[in-house]
């Protein structure tokens, strides 16, 4: 059986980083085009997922698959449901997707919603740490929200059901699209999250260790790495922290991907 990485052509240095450390495990590893996925991956009659019709799929690592853009593409959506219904093990699965969608972080920042999978003594402490997310549900409790944007655009982003950076709004767009949707119920697919004030800290970028810009004032966010696996009957069986990720991005720059230019990959230094 292999492993097969779906792939768009966008960072394959840290996508080889990982297909190296699996091939050292004597583990066979195949790169496809999003295209191959669609047109060359089948189910055979023990529902095995396989690839060109003898290559058996154990573990499909996508990097793909997170845009709507992606679904475009003929045969990606039939070859997605092929895939989620047989035996291979989808990095990530439609469920693990879907729970890492914007909708869901909003409900995991509410208190009712949170109680049903944090122990009472931890919540207050998960709440201390999430930002505010708003609903727009189009109701009175959505129409508030968009009110506190129209007043404050200074306090809030706007977000879509979106992954991959450069999809967010701010400020006067923010405010425009607000008014656009004010009535409609596409309004409910976007969630408005308090924009979070991080420490500015002077800094340098450099590239290929040469430094190309003088001292600029920049913003850092810190994430976490986890590893969660859940297996049918069983629930989940690994949830564990792996490690950090810190971006570093000019002061001035509202957006904060790292794939999409906007940041860049740094290193924390705890104290």
């Known amino acids: 059986s292999s492993g097969i990485n779906a792939e768009w052509p966008l960072r ?16 066979p590893t195949i790169r496809i085009s999003i295209e191959e996925f669609a047109n060359k991956t089948q ?3 023990d529902n095995r997922f396989m690839y060109d019709g003898t290559v058996e799929i154990a573990v499909m690592y996508l990097r793909v698959l997170y845009d ?11 070859a997605r449901k092929r895939m989620e219904l047989s035996r291979t093990i989808p990095v990530p699965n439609v469920r693990h997707q879907i729970v890492n969608m914007k909708l869901f972080q909003m409900l995991l920042s509410q208190r009712s919603f949170l109680g049903r999978y944090a122990e009472p003594g931890d919540i207050d402490r998960l709440l201390d740490v999430f930002g505010e997310v708003l609903p727009l549900s189009l109701d009175a409790e959505g129409d508030a929200n968009a009110r ?14 979106r992954e991959g950076g450069g999809n967010n709004l701010w400020g006067e767009d923010m405010v ?7 009535g409609n119920p596409e309004r409910s697919k976007f969630i408005l999250m308090r924009i979070i004030d991080t420490p500015v800290t002077p800094n340098r ?24 696996c859940t297996v049918e009957g069983c629930g989940e069986v690994r949830n564990n922290y792996e490690g950090v990720l810190l971006r570093t ?18 290193s924390p230094f705890f104290t």
């Open 12 to 27: 394959p240095g840290d996508q080889q980083g990982i297909l190296n450390a699996v091939e050292d495990l004597n583990i």
């Open 43 to 45: 189910v055979d009659g």
């Open 68 to 78: 709507p853009s992606h679904y475009q593409i003929p045969g990606v959506w039939e």
């Open 148 to 161: 506190k944007a129209l007043l404050h655009p200074d306090r809030y982003v706007l977000k879509p059901q």
């Open 176 to 182: 425009a699209m607000l008014e656009k949707l004010r």
């Open 205 to 228: 970028f450099l590239l290929h260790g040469s430094e190309i810009t003088g001292v600029q004032d920049t913003k850092s966010e810190l994430g976490l790495y986890s590893t969660y």
């Open 249 to 266: 991005k000019l002061a001035t720059s509202l957006e904060g991907g790292v794939a999409v230019g906007y940041s860049v990959i740094d």
